[in-house]
């Protein structure tokens, strides 16, 4: 079992930044990917980054070069560094870890950009 927890979410103006955290428990050893995900009113959940166990990531077209994911040394903490956020980023994002094939959500936290 893997639990994770969000923070980091809230309200910034447009060109701001905002970094996202969560926090990793449970069994992580048993980890291969933990990656970020968002979902706006009315639309589909997207992948947002992913990074692996080798530490190589991929991003959603739309957010490259301008979102970083990054996991800390211990594996237990993966942030999300968002710059020159756009209101078309607002969304509730969710935390996602995969572990022998079998997903983990975090709650979500809000992310709003205001234009």
């Known amino acids: 079992q893997v639990q994770l927890v969000e923070f980091g979410g809230g309200l910034v103006q447009a060109g701001g930044s905002l970094r996202l955290s969560c926090v990793v428990s449970?069994?992580?050893?048993?980890?291969?990917?933990m990656a970020w995900y968002r979902q706006a009113p009315e639309k589909e959940r997207e992948l947002v980054a992913r990074?692996?166990?080798?530490?190589?990531?991929n991003y959603a077209e739309s957010v490259k070069g301008r979102f970083t994911i990054s996991l800390d040394h211990t594996k237990t903490t993966v942030f999300l560094q968002m710059d020159s956020l756009k209101p078309e980023d607002t969304a509730v994002y969710y935390c996602?870890?995969?572990?022998?094939?079998?997903?983990?959500w975090g709650q979500g936290t809000q992310v709003t950009v205001s234009s």
């Open positions: 996602n870890a995969v572990s022998w094939g079998q997903d983990y």
């Open positions: 449970g069994n992580i050893a048993s980890l291969n990917a």
């Open positions: 990074i692996v166990s080798d530490r190589s990531t």
